[in-house]
């Protein structure tokens, strides 16, 4: 049985077994509606019935609450008859009684109807005789009871419901109807009422009872530890950083260092360095943001190796290779761009002081490209990019790598490699995995970076290079469908999404 | 190889080498495909002979498209599926390898039509006019440029100068407006026409002359015999120039060099062999030196890593074992990262929930709705969507959009977002720098100053920063409740109560109240 119930059946056997609806509420604390419920509950099941009653009440006009604080006008004009020797002109009477002259008749008539003086006509007017204070009347005793509030007129005995009569004609007290519902409780009720088993059953323990050692007197009400609870929103990771942060783990612990560098990149580091010719399509405007504001950085920061970069790409400079044979614009290579692929954080690890050989270097990248939002595109995205250098690195060495992220990284069963095409690296080799229930997949890039990249860079050893769609990786993790997942705003999303 | 097809007798194929002109027609797959099985030995085109063809180029299309390489193919008559492999690999280089016709386009013509000398030359664009191909009306130069298909697709590429490249022969008559159109009466080209001269133009020599070789060699493949044509340009001592040159060029390839990169142990022999396959004829020149060579059209080859992938395909990548590298490395998260994770730890002990956003975003977003003025910001050139045109400055205005679209979600909201931000320097030389910032907001019935005062306090404390709080005015937040956050004497961030017209702008109706930072460096040690 619920707590509120409980109270309600204590209540109407504490009231005799039988109370309003509003006595209940009194008693208990509890609002109308709480107690509606309970009576529900418990008609329901038999342990109380509900009585509906309709009652008159009255209560006082605005007349009636003036001649509840100042009397009725019978009785202030007996007073003052009274007062001045027990006879008075009857105007004289009324004005004295601060009373306008239009009450004469009233007055006069209710003072004869009660019996408390007479009227002697005399040839200077009407004379009112008063010989005693006359005692309370009716009238007077149901204005008293009355007073502020409402009473049921059925609650009065015979004699005051005929002065209410009355005092409802005179228009000094008005009526209305009123549904009065009550509760009775039944025997099932009584019985039901769940023993007083202490004198203190408290529902909450206090530290003072724990210090005083009260506990031990006390019973603690049970609670139903089964009935559901007001839910709670903890502070969470955002469901696709925490993957991220999963994958940032594993690549610590296979030895990768994290790189990190700017969004906002020189069309140099993006591209140039990577030996993209300045003409390639993937440097058109579908496919790489350029910037308006500011649209161009200056390259004295590379300054080392801008020289070499751009012979490269003209004639292969001493890198043994022919170079595009074009001719290389710096205009071209200091527009700014918004990063579009993770490779330009490898270029930044391989240009940076820091650099160790032999080194593991990994970033999780946020990448910019022109597409409009569809359930397969961002415009903004992660790519996972990495890079291994050391003299001893072959294309065994490159495949090991691959095979290794596809088992620890994606849970890949099996693993197979592809040729594949990049300006950047040759040999270049696809990595597809094979997962029980998705069948094989295209799961990363890879290659070890041509000469044309590395040398003018100041590296002379070999360069293995790879790049994992974190993104989609991500997808099939979660079985997303549609990768605008990824950046929702769907807060409650976010919030049901499960850890780990 | 993507599907078979064996009812109708047909493989589809990725081609996935956008360096690979050669491969681009059935003609060289075919040929790929013949060396690979073994089935022929890999072999240069030969050049049959010369033609009696001049080419005479104007020096006036020096800015223009300056660069034209021809040549006769005799002997074709080609199947209809010839023409149609031969239109596909015109369409494909022109695309891909000539950058859309920019940088190079092809055109066939029926040779026997065509008087010599031809003339690469300039036309005016309203004086000059010809029957476009397919058309049967005469059309200006402008009238194909701004009305027919190809002009409209393609015109972009000549429209900016006063004249147009034109070629025309002997007599006069125009072969093409290159790059956008050829002629109806000399450049239609049929399964009756006998003899194709190939034409090239474009911006840059190289491009066009391999262009040429790639075409005139997927042609040879169907039995027909190439003839070279002269080019004589204008310039002072510029001698002929004889296309197409169909010579090879030779590489030295380092059998330890290639071991070492594919970590393999194969005899030179083995070598040969597998480069053979792979297209490239080689033979011993020393103990550790072979001598390879590329076909013309093999324009892919620019170093010896090409010749070892190749090496590598014919020889099959899976049969690689594959090898974790041994070497010892240390690895770790960047400090960058450090320091952001021990913010989101603290921020998610207040019971925050961590939020991913957009960098990429609006000024409207960022600026307008914020109320705040700010003109220097990293600004696209080439937006493709109106609600991702500039890099945000700060975090709060992306997570206030984010919170626009959770009215209905469970009060109270708290959450934080760690990310980046992009601030362009004042000094003009257009640094930009990437900066993580760190923002909270809480909203709710009660949301308010001394709330978020109280998390910025324990996360700043958690870390260990010394910081002051000074009263400040910024017009996103409410007069009075705002303070600027300080450290030292730099100022780090802001933190007060939303000004409700703020709250208003964003379509949220509770009290919110938020800081943001730059990420602090850690002070702890």
């Not at chain 1, 399509?281 to 020289?307: C, F, T």
């Not at chain 1, 044979?325 to 990063?339: C, D, F, Q």
């Not at chain 1, 594949?420 to 094989?440: C, H, I």
């Not at chain 2, 990429?360 to 600026?367: A, G, W």
Request: aromatic letters at 6%; a neutral charge; charged letters at 25%.
């Amino acid at each position: 049985m619920r707590e509120n119930d409980v109270k309600v059946l204590r209540t109407l056997r504490d009231l005799g077994g039988t109370a309003s609806v509003e006595e209940v509420a009194r008693k208990t604390g509890l609002v109308d509606a709480a107690i509606a419920r309970s009576s529900l509950t418990l008609s329901e099941q038999g342990m109380v019935k509900e009585q509906t009653t309709r009652t008159t009440e009255v209560f006082c006009t605005e007349e009636g609450h003036d001649y509840l604080a100042n009397g009725l006008p019978e009785r202030r004009v007996a007073v003052v008859v009274h007062d001045a020797g027990g006879k008075l002109s009857v105007s004289d009477a009324v004005e004295q009684a601060g009373l306008p002259l239009d009450f004469v008749s009233i007055v006069t008539g209710w003072i004869a109807r009660k019996g408390w003086g007479k009227i002697e006509k005399t040839s200077s007017g009407n004379i009112l005789a008063v010989s005693k204070n006359p005692p309370k009347d009716e009238d007077e005793e149901v204005l008293a009871r009355i007073g502020q509030v409402s009473i049921p007129i059925e609650e009065l005995p015979p004699n005051l419901k005929r002065a209410v009569d009355r005092l409802l004609k005179r228009n000094i007290l008005a009526s209305k109807e009123r549904t009065q519902r009550k509760l009775e409780i039944t025997p099932q009720g009584l019985n039901a009422i769940p023993a007083q088993a202490s004198i203190d059953e408290v529902s909450s323990l206090t530290s003072e009872m724990i210090l005083s050692g009260d506990w031990e007197k006390i019973r603690l009400r049970a609670y139903n530890v089964s009935s559901p609870v007001p839910s709670l929103n903890p502070g969470k990771y955002h469901p696709y950083l925490r993957f991220l942060r999963t994958v940032k783990r594993k690549l610590v612990t296979l030895g990768f260092k994290e790189a990190v560098g700017p969004l906002v990149e020189t069309a140099f580091i993006n591209d140039d360095c990577l030996y993209m010719p300045q003409d390639h399509p993937a440097r058109e405007i579908h496919d790489l943001y350029y910037l308006k504001h500011p649209s161009k950085a200056s390259l004295e920061p590379w300054k080392d190796i801008v020289e070499k970069v751009a012979e490269t790409h003209q004639n292969g400079w001493k890198t043994g290779s022919a170079g595009w044979g074009y001719k290389y614009s710096r205009e071209e290579a200091s527009k700014l761009v918004l990063r579009s692929h993770g490779t330009a954080l490898s270029v930044r690890s391989m240009i940076s002081k820091g650099l160790q050989i032999p080194g593991k270097y990994f970033a999780i990248a946020r990448c910019f490209r022109p597409e409009l939002l569809d359930r397969t595109h961002l415009t903004e995205f992660n790519q996972a990019e990495g890079i291994v250098l050391d003299p001893s690195l072959s294309l065994r060495n490159l495949l090991g790598v691959l095979e290794m992220f596809a088992r620890e990284v994606a849970g890949a069963d099996k693993v197979r490699f592809k040729p594949d095409y990049f300006p950047f690296t040759e040999p270049s080799v696809e990595l597809q995995a094979y997962k029980e229930g998705y069948g094989w997949m295209e799961f990363g890039g890879s290659g070890i970076f041509r000469p044309e990249v590395t040398e003018p860079l100041g590296i002379k050893v070999p360069v293995i290079a790879w790049g994992l769609g974190i993104d989609r990786l991500y997808m099939m993790h979660r079985q997303i469908q549609d990768i605008r997942q990824l950046f929702t705003t769907d807060l409650e999303w976010i919030r049901q999404q499960k850890v780990g | 190889m993507e599907s078979l097809d064996e009812q109708n007798d047909s493989v589809s194929i990725e081609v996935k080498d956008s360096n690979h002109p050669d491969i681009w027609s059935i003609e060289g797959i075919a040929r790929a495909l013949r060396t690979h099985l073994g089935i022929a030995k890999p072999k240069a085109p030969i050049l049959s002979g010369k033609s009696n063809l001049m080419v005479r180029v104007d020096r006036r299309l020096g800015p223009i498209r300056p660069f034209i390489a021809t040549s006769i193919v005799r002997n074709v008559r080609p199947s209809e599926n010839a023409l149609k492999s031969w239109i596909s690999l015109q369409e494909k280089m022109d695309l891909t390898y000539g950058r859309k016709r920019k940088r190079s386009s092809i055109g066939f013509y029926q040779a026997d039509l065509i008087k010599s000398p031809l003339r690469y030359t300039v036309g005016n664009p309203d004086n000059t006019a010809f029957v476009p191909l397919g058309s049967t009306e005469k059309m200006t130069l402008r009238d194909i440029v701004e009305k027919h298909p190809k002009g409209i697709e393609y015109g972009g590429t000549i429209s900016s100068f006063k004249e147009w490249p034109l070629l025309t022969d002997g007599e006069g008559k125009v072969l093409s407006l290159p790059p956008i159109i050829n002629s109806n009466d000399l450049g239609k080209v049929n399964t009756d026409t006998k003899n194709i001269l190939v034409e090239v133009t474009g911006t840059n020599a190289t491009t066009v002359g391999n262009t040429l070789k790639i075409v005139v060699a997927a042609l040879a493949e169907r039995g027909g015999k190439i003839h070279s044509c002269n080019q004589t340009y204008a310039d002072k001592g510029a001698k002929p120039v004889i296309t197409p040159d169909l010579r090879s060029s030779f590489k030295e390839l380092s059998v330890s060099y290639a071991n070492r990169l594919l970590g393999s142990t194969f005899k030179p022999a083995e070598m040969i062999r597998a480069l053979v396959r792979a297209g490239h004829p080689a033979r011993q020149a020393s103990k550790d030196i072979l001598r390879v060579e590329s076909l013309c059209y093999r324009i892919d080859i620019m170093h010896q890593v090409d010749l070892i992938e190749d090496l590598a395909i014919a020889l099959d990548i899976n049969k690689l074992d594959p090898e974790w590298p041994r070497i010892w490395t240390l690895g770790g998260l960047a400090p960058e990262t450090e320091r952001s994770e021990t913010l989101a730890e603290v921020m998610i002990g207040l019971g925050y929930q961590e939020l991913l956003t957009y960098s990429l975003t609006s000024p409207e977003v960022f600026i307008d709705r914020m109320d705040i003025e700010h003109e220097n910001y990293a600004e696209l050139l080439n937006p493709k969507m109106s609600t991702h045109t500039a890099m945000r400055s700060w975090l709060l205005p992306s997570i206030l959009n984010l919170l626009k679209d959770n009215t209905h979600v469970d009060y109270p909201q708290k959450v934080f977002e760690i990310g980046p931000c992009i601030l362009v320097r004042e000094n003009g030389e257009g640094q930009t720098e990437t900066r993580y910032k760190i923002a909270a907001v809480t909203i709710h019935t009660a949301a308010g100053f001394t709330e978020i005062r109280s998390c910025l306090d324990t996360l700043l404390a958690s870390i260990g920063l010394q910081f002051q709080v000074v009263p400040t005015t910024q017009p996103s937040f409410l007069e009075g409740r705002t303070g600027e956050v300080m450290s030292g004497q730099k100022r780090i961030g802001v933190v007060g109560e939303l000004h409700p017209k703020i709250i208003r702008a964003w379509g949220l109706s509770l009290p919110a109240a938020a800081f943001e930072l730059e990420i602090p460096p850690t002070a702890v040690a």
